[in-house]
Structure formats: structure tokens, C-alpha cells
């Protein structure tokens, strides 16, 4: 047998007509010359530089039909891209996105013949827990989720205008709801301030993680409100401060009808030339209210305090080549009094919390991560210490699975055993 080299390679069909007609017309010539005079040989020619002329009209139709292919993709990857800069000065909207892997949302033009950018996700999760109190019995729970089914709706309307709605539906919800709604102005490469408005999620924390399961920094101090925020995202450098009126107030203001809460937060992040493909990424963030959050938000009695309680975050996280390290630190910034969250009871409280991934990719579809988190003066509502391992295998495009192991320990000595598994799709 020869080998795959030293076979003749098989000519495509296409080549091999027109290597014959190319044989044809050149034998054509002498032919018409032979007989002239001969009214079917000049008919065969006339028809043979038809042919030829059709041939290449056909290659220019499908040359141009190529670039029209190419150049829609490049459009539906540019508005992707778009959608996804648009997204990137609302924290959960960015974050979902990121997490969700969404790599093919296309745009589709609406009639008033604005840039439409759909994308969304579907996540169904199983998990297994199992309490082991200090004091009592051991039990065990079980079950499945739709953990989130969600919908982005990015529109373009110009240059420099962008509106987004994201709809959400997690387990236990009544039904889907708005769970964001903003606009943007600006915020593009040749205008790289912006004004954001609308239903947000304002970054106290960036509470990145490459696990299945919220870290504890957000599951304490994420925050949703209608604010107000305006900023600056340079290549490496990102500004933003805003506002709005949270629930909770201080006592002396009630009834409380004026924005009352501010936040500000810097972040920068190198680009991966700088660094030899590495990239490195610090911010801080401050907030005059961190019991905005809405965890915390619910923890305070009539939704007043003495005095507001400041509250702050700062993040440091670092990618090169297969390894990702990201950790961050929330805080309140002064302790609230006695009797001011419910879950103190009598105490005086300072919640914090903190949390730290380190990832390895050694392949283009798989992520191991380990994680390692905590929070204090948070009593039985969330662990003291967490520590676990993820892993996550995007087996087809857009379809990925996960599988993770948690391990909390509480203040009072009760620990607790979750395992989560996770099939989620992007569009």
C-alpha cells in the first residue's frame, strides 16, 4: 500500500471542468481556422466564450456573497461585542453574561431599524446538602432546580445610546420579572465617559468566581436599586460613582423620600501586551450605606438606623496562561448598634466577608477551581469558613457542566456538606 503521501491528489469536479474547457478553447482556435466557413464550428465557439463569460460572472457572484458572509459575521461578532461593552457598567448584567459564556447572540433588526442584540441563559442545577448541628440531629435534602432562565435585550440606538433590559426567572420566583432595566450614554472607544440610569446593580463588590455557587461576598452585600451613575472606562482604567435612595435611612429622616446613598469604586486592569500576556486587575469600592445590600436591607427593623454605616471592598486578581487568581474583601466600615440587624439580637454587629479563587485551564473546555471564603459578625446566617472544589466542561458549543463540593462550618459549630451540579446553555 502507499502511503497518504505518495497518493495523486483527486482535482475537485469544478477544476476539472475547467481544465477541459480551458483544454477546449484552446484547440478552438485552430479549429474555427480550419473551418471557418463552417457556421456550426463558429456556433460551438460563440457558445463556448458564452460559457465562459457565464463561468465567470458565477465566480464574481460567489466572491462577493463570500465578503457579504464575512462582513455580516464580523457585524453580528461587533454587535455582540457591543452588547456585551454596553452591559459592562452594570455589574450583574456583566457578570451574568460572563458566566453564562455567551458567544453567539446575533442582532436582528427591529422595524424601527435599531441593532436588536438577544442573548440569554438557562441553568438547571441539582444539589445535595447534608446539616450536621452541633446540637441535634443530622439531616439530609436533596433536589433539582431551574436555577435561572434569563433573557438580555441589548438595542443600539446610535452611536453613543444603548438601552437594556434583562429579564430574569430563578427558582421560586412568582414569575419573570425585570431584574434590570438602564440606559447608557457613551461609553464607547471615542467617547469613553458615560452616563448609566435605571435599574441596577451598583458595584459595591465585583464578586467575580468560577464556581456554580455565589461567593459569600455577594450573597451579603450585592446590591439592586434605581440609580443614577456616571463614569469613565479607559483602556485600563475604570471610574464610577452614583447614587440613589435606599430603603434603609436614618431614623431622623423618616418618612425618607430623598436619595440618600452614594458609592464610588476605581478599578484597573493592564492590558495583556503590557505584562507578557499576563493580566492584572485591583479595584476599590465605598459606599456611605452598606446596609443597602440586600441581604442586609432586610436584616433592619423598620429599615432605620441611628446612623448610616459605611462600608467599603477592595479586589486584586491575576490571569496568566492556564491560572486564574482572584480575591476580594467586603466590609462595614463601623459597627451597627444593638438591636440593629435582627440576626445580632442584642449585639453590636460589623459584618464582613471575603473570598478567594484560584483557577487552572489546562485545557481550551475545562476550569478546576478551588475556593476559600469567609465572613465574620454574620452569626448562623451564612458559614464562618467555606472551602471547596469546582470543575466545569463546556462538552458542546454553548452546553456546558459543572460540579461542585462545598464544605461550611458556622460560628456555633454546625457544619454543612453541599454538592451542586449545574447544565447550562448560552444563546
Given at each position: 500500500m502507499g502511503s497518504e503521501l505518495t497518493r495523486p491528489k483527486r482535482l475537485p469536479l469544478a477544476k476539472k471542468i475547467s481544465i477541459g474547457l480551458l483544454g477546449g478553447l484552446l484547440c478552438l482556435p485552430g479549429m474555427a481556422q480550419a473551418a471557418e466557413l463552417d457556421p456550426a464550428v463558429q456556433?460551438?465557439?460563440?457558445?463556448?466564450?458564452?460559457?465562459r463569460m457565464r463561468l465567470n460572472q458565477m465566480e464574481s457572484r460567489l466572491e462577493d456573497a463570500k465578503k457579504k458572509a464575512e462582513a455580516a459575521t464580523l457585524q453580528a461578532d461587533?454587535?455582540?461585542?457591543?452588547?456585551?461593552?454596553?452591559?459592562?457598567?452594570?455589574?450583574?448584567?456583566?457578570?451574568?453574561?460572563?458566566?453564562?459564556?455567551?458567544?453567539?447572540?446575533e442582532g436582528v433588526l427591529t422595524e424601527a431599524g435599531k441593532r436588536l442584540t438577544i442573548a440569554g441563559a438557562v441553568e438547571l442545577e441539582g444539589y445535595y446538602e447534608k446539616m450536621d448541628p452541633k446540637n441535634g440531629e443530622e439531616s439530609k435534602t436533596s433536589g433539582l432546580d431551574l436555577a435561572t432562565a434569563e433573557v438580555f435585550f441589548t438595542a443600539n440606538i446610535n452611536d453613543y445610546?444603548?438601552?437594556?433590559?434583562?429579564?430574569?426567572?430563578?427558582?421560586?420566583?412568582?414569575?419573570?420579572?425585570?431584574?434590570?432595566?438602564?440606559?447608557?450614554?457613551?461609553?464607547t472607544e471615542d467617547m469613553p465617559f458615560y452616563l448609566m440610569g435605571g435599574r441596577i446593580y451598583p458595584a459595591i463588590g465585583m464578586f467575580e468566581s468560577y464556581f456554580?455557587?455565589?461567593?459569600?461576598?455577594?450573597?451579603?452585600?450585592?446590591?439592586?436599586?434605581?440609580?443614577?451613575?456616571?463614569?469613565?472606562?479607559?483602556?485600563?482604567?475604570?471610574?464610577?460613582?452614583?447614587?440613589?435612595?435606599?430603603?434603609?435611612?436614618?431614623?431622623?429622616?423618616a418618612p425618607d423620600d430623598n436619595i440618600n446613598t452614594f458609592y464610588a469604586r476605581v478599578q484597573v486592569e493592564t492590558p495583556e501586551e503590557m505584562l507578557n500576556g499576563a493580566v492584572v486587575k485591583a479595584g476599590v469600592a465605598y459606599t456611605n450605606n452598606i446596609a443597602g445590600s440586600d441581604f442586609l436591607r432586610e436584616?433592619?427593623?423598620?429599615?432605620?438606623?441611628?446612623?448610616?454605616?459605611?462600608?467599603?471592598?477592595?479586589?486584586?486578581?491575576?490571569?496568566?496562561?492556564?491560572?486564574?487568581?482572584?480575591?476580594?474583601?467586603?466590609?462595614?466600615?463601623?459597627?451597627?448598634?444593638?438591636?440593629?440587624?435582627?440576626?445580632?439580637?442584642?449585639?453590636?454587629?460589623?459584618?464582613?466577608?471575603?473570598?478567594?479563587?484560584?483557577a487552572f485551564m489546562p485545557l481550551d473546555k475545562w476550569t478546576f477551581a478551588a475556593r476559600y471564603e469567609g465572613t465574620s459578625d454574620l452569626y448562623e446566617e451564612h458559614p464562618e469558613h467555606q472551602y471547596g472544589l469546582a470543575a466545569s466542561w463546556e462538552f458542546l458549543p454553548?452546553?456546558?457542566?459543572?460540579?461542585?463540593?462545598?464544605?461550611?462550618?458556622?460560628?456555633?459549630?454546625?457544619?454543612?456538606?453541599?454538592?451542586?451540579?449545574q447544565l447550562a446553555v448560552a444563546f
Open positions: 456556433a460551438l465557439v460563440n457558445e463556448v466564450k458564452e460559457l461587533k454587535a455582540r461585542m457591543e452588547a456585551r461593552k454596553s452591559t459592562s457598567t452594570s455589574l450583574k448584567a456583566s457578570s451574568m453574561l460572563s458566566k453564562a459564556q455567551v458567544k453567539k447572540a445610546t444603548t438601552g437594556v433590559i434583562h429579564m430574569l426567572w430563578e427558582e421560586g420566583d412568582d414569575g419573570v420579572g425585570l431584574d434590570e432595566g438602564f440606559i447608557v450614554l457613551g461609553d456554580i455557587s455565589d461567593p459569600l461576598t455577594l450573597e451579603v452585600f450585592e446590591t439592586q436599586a434605581t440609580a443614577a451613575e456616571v463614569g469613565w472606562n479607559g483602556e485600563w482604567l475604570s471610574i464610577g460613582a452614583g447614587l440613589y435612595n435606599s430603603d434603609v435611612a436614618e431614623i431622623d429622616d436584616q433592619v427593623p423598620g429599615d432605620g438606623l441611628d446612623d448610616l454605616v459605611g462600608g467599603w471592598s477592595v479586589m486584586a486578581g491575576v490571569e496568566f496562561g492556564m491560572f486564574a487568581f482572584t480575591g476580594e474583601y467586603v466590609a462595614a466600615l463601623d459597627d451597627f448598634k444593638a438591636g440593629e440587624l435582627g440576626f445580632a439580637g442584642d449585639e453590636k454587629a460589623s459584618p464582613s466577608a471575603y473570598n478567594l479563587e484560584l454553548d452546553t456546558a457542566w459543572s460540579v461542585e463540593y462545598l464544605r461550611g462550618e458556622f460560628e456555633n459549630d454546625d457544619t454543612r456538606d453541599l454538592v451542586t451540579t
